[in-house]
Structures are given as C-alpha cells and as structure tokens.
C-alpha cells in the first residue's frame, strides 16, 4: 500500500483508549448518580467530563485524523514512533488527569495535563504541516487550522486552571474561567472539527455532491468569532456574551444550511450499502441534539441569572457533548471503522483475488441497532435526570449508554474478526 493509506495501528489505539474512557463514564454516573447530581462543579463531575471530552471525544478525533487524512483530505500523516510516543503521554495525561481529579489532587493534575499539553503540541504540528499541501478547499482547510489553535488555547487554558488550584496565576472568577475553557474547548475545537470533517465526510457517508462556496467559509469565520468572543467574554465578564452566542448560532445555522443542501443533492449510493444506515442515523440523531443545546444555550446566554439555570447548565452539557459531539463520533466511527478495517485486511494479505467481504458488509448489524436504540433511549434519560434532580433516571440512562459503548465495543471486534475472512465470491 502506498504511504497515504491507514495502515497503522495507532487509530485503534487512540480508539480502545477511547472507549475505555467512555465506558467508565457512563459506569461511574449509573453505579453512584447521587455523587454527581448536586451543583456540577465538584471533583468528580469534573473527572466524569474529562473521561467524556478528552477522553471519548478528543481521543477519538486524534485517532480518527490518521484515518481521515489519507482517505478524506488527500494528504500524507504516517504513524511514526513519535506520534506513538504521543499517544502513551496522552493516554498517560487523560488517566493521571481524571484520577487526580477523583481525589482531587490538584497537584498530580497539572503533571497530567502537561502531558497532555506535549502531546497535543506534537500531533497538531503534524497535522497542520499535512494539511499545507492537501488538495482540499481552502474553506475546509481553514476549520481544521481554526480548530487545532483553539485547541492549543483551550489546552493551554485548561493547564492553567489547574496551576491556578495550587497557586493562583488567574484573576477573575472561576467558574467564569472554566465556562471560557469548555466553550473554547467544545465549540472552538471539537465543534469546528465536526463542521471541517463534516464537508468532506458527510459527502461519502450519505452520499451527496461535496459543498463549496461562501457558505462554507462563512461557517469557520462565525464560528472562530463566536467561539473567540465568548472565551473572552467569559474571561472578562462582559456583558457582549448573548451577541457571541448569536455569532455561534449563526455559523451553526449555516452548517445546518449545508447539511440539508448535501440531502437535497444525492449520489448513487454503493449497492452493498445496507440500510438503515446506523452512521448516518447516528449522525443525524446527533446534529438534532446540536440544534437542541443550541437553542437551550441561546436561552442561558439571553436571560439573567436565576436558580433554574443551574440545572439548565447540565442539561446543556448533556445535550452539547452526549448527545452531540460523542454521539457524533460514534455514526463517523460506524462508517470509518470499516473501511479502516477492511483496508487493514487488504494490506495484510497483499490484495489477493479472493478479497475479504465489501466494508459495508463487514459490521455485525444487532449490535449496531441496539447501539442505536439504547443511544436514543440514554441521552434523554440522562438529561432528564440532571433537569429533574433524579439520580434513578440519571443512573437508567447511563446505564443504557455503558451498555451503547460495550455493544460498540464488540461490534469492533466483530468487524476486525470478519474482516481476517475471505468472501465466498
């Protein structure tokens, strides 16, 4: 296989760490929710966050941009020794990190996040320094580089909340800091990341013409101005933070626009494409709960403070990066994993005649519909409980969730079991 192809195993790694993290999560608030259904800024609804945004989220994009770049931008990132370096310090960081958190050792946090900090350092300058000469649209190339400097900033900003819990180095009022690194963190990097990959990958998930134009350039500009505006915003405490979170709805809106121009012009679909397409659905389940904690935000940013704004804030959170951003990682991951995968299988064999089955047929179809169905079941459960202060229901819908990541878990290892055997044709 050529150098532009996936074939190391690094994404795997970056995905089982994933998944472990993910797992734990959902364990933790479905085997002890009342630990976490007080006011949401304590250690360990604090560990839970992390073991979802670096941990699920972060890690999956990391492990997903060795895949996505040959296959999506066109471009060249081979796994090299360092980028496995990389991933044993973030792998390190994320569990050194969450483990301080649960027993809120300030200290041992920051050491964890430096880690994190280096390898994050090193696979966005390798990422960027691919993305230079990728024969991609400038307007897509431009989210990916918005996305990797929020990145640097919101992981810059997350270390420094953590020295400022030994010695004071931040002025300001702390929650007003944190709320500045999560919206930079999951608007800045993750959102814009989902967008970027969205206007290559959602073309050959659906598929549908790819789209271009002003549209696509106006997406990553009001998203970079309204992720930007609200961290400073939030930093300082001013009062322009409603004008920013209309900035952001507004990019969002446009991607939205996108989204259903791609549904309105289709492309042939491969015929040993099976339906439902579960990535698709997933994806699509994913962009309402967008639209959901959009308009729930928009709310939060508008109106004074109240008592009620509390809970909002966790439904919020729930909505943004449950029912968003980790369950969008997981449609893209049903359609990548296989093609990864069967890719993988090619190579190993050395491309014989008698090829291992279509990637389409590769995945185990129950695990994936029960995968769906406790998804759409969990995330409402989930938020319901936060909303309602009622621990049975926070622990039912994470309870579905846990049993949603095993059933993705070995799903995977279906795949990688089915992708070893030859086709019959």
Not at 175 to 201: D, E, K, Q, S
């Amino acid at each position: 296989m050529s150098e532009r192809d996936p074939h190391r195993r690094l994404p795997l790694l970056y995905f089982s760490l994933a998944h472990v993290c993910l797992a734990v999560a959902f364990a933790a608030l479905a085997l002890q929710p009342q630990r976490f259904s007080a006011f949401f800024y304590h250690p360990r609804m604090v560990a839970v966050v992390h073991l979802v945004t670096l941990g699920w989220i972060s890690a999956s994009i990391l492990g997903a941009l060795y895949m996505v770049a040959p296959m999506a931008l066109r471009t060249r990132l081979p796994a090299r020794a360092t980028d496995y370096a990389a991933w044993a310090f973030y792998a390190i960081g994320v569990l050194g990190m969450v483990s301080h958190f649960w027993i809120d050792s300030p200290k041992g946090m920051v050491w964890s996040a430096g880690t994190i900090v280096a390898a994050l350092l090193w696979v966005t300058g390798r990422a960027v320094l691919a993305l230079r000469p990728a024969p991609i649209p400038a307007a897509v190339k431009l989210h990916y580089l918005f996305a990797f400097l929020n990145l640097v900033g919101a992981a810059s900003m997350g270390l420094l909340l953590g020295l400022n819990k030994v010695k004071p180095v931040l002025g300001g009022y702390v929650l007003a800091n944190v709320y500045a690194h999560a919206h930079l963190a999951a608007l800045g990097w993750a959102t814009m990341m989902v967008m970027g990959t969205g206007y290559r990958l959602l073309p050959m998930l659906l598929p549908s013409a790819m789209p271009e134009g002003k549209a696509v350039w106006a997406s990553a500009l009001l998203l970079e101005a309204g992720a930007a505006g609200l961290f400073v915003c939030f930093v300082l405490r001013s009062g322009a933070i409603a004008l920013f979170a209309v900035v952001t709805a507004a990019a969002l809106a446009v991607f939205f626009s996108q989204v259903l121009w791609m549904r309105r012009h289709p492309r042939p679909a491969p015929r040993a494409l099976r339906r439902p397409d579960y990535g698709v659905l997933h994806s699509f389940a994913a962009l309402g709960y967008l639209a959901l904690a959009l308009l729930l935000g928009l709310c939060l940013a508008v109106t004074p403070p109240a008592e009620w704004k509390l809970r909002a804030a966790l439904v919020y959170g729930v909505f943004g990066l449950v029912g968003f951003l980790a369950q969008m990682v997981v449609g893209v991951s049903l359609r990548l994993l296989p093609l990864y995968t069967w890719l993988r299988a090619q190579e190993k064999t050395g491309f014989p005649a008698n090829q291992p089955p279509s990637p389409h047929a590769l995945p185990a179809r129950p695990p994936q519909a029960a995968g769906l169905a406790l998804w759409t079941v969990g995330v409402p459960l989930l938020a319901a409980g936060f909303a309602l202060d009622r621990p049975v229901l926070v622990s039912a819908g994470a309870a579905a969730l846990f049993a949603a990541v095993v059933l993705g878990a070995i799903g995977n290892l279906l795949l990688a079991r089915r992708a070893g055997q030859p086709s019959a044709q």
